[in-house]
Structure formats: structure tokens, C-alpha cells
């Protein structure tokens, strides 16, 4: 296995005149290449209304729970036996989206606490993946996907207030880890 560690790598992001930096550690292993990674101060991605969950497969789970108000979530599944999701919430005005299309096996789970915070989790494609991300704090957002991926698992946390981040990753040999915080 290959393993790559690299950690408090400075990111400089330039928003209304003022300069912001945010400690970012990263560690990938099994030789996967990151095709994308964004940290940045902006405003909300999207915003979705009402908690919904669908699914259109046999052997599936989908579970949303919240605390707070005004907070909205949305699950669905697709073409994935044996697949669920999770979304915990807690805090006011928090948006969460888990999308499972085409692979079986696999789960999502993403956990907010605080405010006006997003996250969109998404597996398409492959089997047998994983995705986890936690967000604590306020106006954070967050777009983890996985596509034809086989067993990889992202974990995904973020804390503080006013960022942003994102990472997709696509075609991950057998056994990838990547965690993200």
C-alpha cells in the first residue's frame, strides 16, 4: 500500500478585500490522485426544503434525524441493494442531501451541529463505499462524492465557521482511505 501523508498545508483564500488562512491535513493511501479540493469562504451552495427520504431498492435504509429548527434533508437510493444513509442534524437552518446511485453495499452518513450549515454527500457508481462527514460549527459547507469507486471509504470533518470544502474522487483502486479534516 502506498501511503501519503501531508499535513498543515496553508490555504490562502482572498474574499472581500481580506486575506483568510485555514490549517488543512490530508492523508491518502493505496495510491489514489485527488482530482479536486476547494476550501474557500462563500456564500450558501444550494438550499433544499422538507426531510424526504426514497428509494427504489430492496434491503436499503435511510435515516434522518433532527434537532433545531428550520432544518431540511433529503435521502435517496437508486440501484443499491444492500445501501443506507444517515444524516444527523442539530442546530437551526442546516441542509443535508445523501445520494446512493448504482452501488450496492454502500453508506453514507454526515452528522451537523450548529447553524446554516450544508453538506452533500454522494456514491455513484461502483460497490461497497463509504462516506462519513461531520460539521461543527456554523455557515460551513461541504460536497463529498465517490464515483466508480470500489470499497473506499472518505471521512470527511470540517469546524469552524464560514468555510467551505469539497472534494471528488473517481475510479479509487480497492481498499482507498482518504480522510480529510
Same mark, same amino acid.
Given at each position: 500500500?502506498?501511503?501519503?501523508?501531508? %499535513?498543515? &498545508?496553508? #490555504?490562502?483564500?482572498? /474574499?472581500?478585500?481580506? /486575506?483568510? @488562512?485555514?490549517?488543512?491535513?490530508?492523508?491518502?493511501? $493505496? =495510491? &489514489?490522485?485527488?482530482?479536486?479540493y476547494v476550501v474557500k469562504q462563500q456564500e450558501t451552495l444550494f438550499s433544499a426544503s422538507g426531510p424526504s427520504a426514497s428509494s427504489n431498492t430492496s434491503n436499503t435504509f435511510s435515516v434522518i +434525524?433532527? #434537532?433545531?429548527?428550520? $432544518? $431540511? @434533508?433529503?435521502?435517496s437510493i437508486v440501484g443499491s441493494t444492500n445501501a443506507g444513509t444517515l444524516v444527523l442534524q442539530g442546530g437551526n437552518d442546516n441542509t443535508a442531501v445523501a445520494a446512493i446511485q448504482n452501488s450496492p453495499g454502500s453508506v453514507i452518513a454526515q +452528522?451537523?451541529?450548529g447553524s446554516n450549515n450544508n453538506?452533500? %454527500?454522494? &456514491? #455513484?457508481?461502483? +460497490?461497497? $463505499? =463509504?462516506?462519513? /462527514? #461531520?460539521? &461543527?460549527g456554523n455557515s460551513l459547507d461541504s460536497s463529498v462524492a465517490l464515483v466508480n469507486s470500489q470499497n473506499t471509504q472518505v471521512v470527511y470533518g470540517q469546524a469552524g465557521q464560514g468555510y467551505t470544502g469539497g472534494i471528488i474522487i473517481k475510479? +479509487?483502486?480497492?481498499g482507498t482511505v482518504v480522510r480529510l479534516n
Open positions: 500500500m502506498v501511503s501519503v501523508r501531508k %499535513a498543515l &498545508i496553508p #490555504v490562502f483564500v482572498m /474574499t472581500a478585500g481580506m /486575506t483568510h @488562512a485555514q490549517d488543512f491535513g490530508f492523508q491518502v493511501s $493505496n =495510491g &489514489i490522485s485527488l482530482e479536486q +434525524a433532527q #434537532v433545531g429548527d428550520r $432544518n $431540511n @434533508a433529503s435521502s +452528522a451537523q451541529l453538506s452533500v %454527500a454522494a &456514491i #455513484v457508481g461502483g +460497490a461497497n $463505499n =463509504g462516506i462519513a /462527514t #461531520v460539521q &461543527i475510479n +479509487a483502486p480497492s
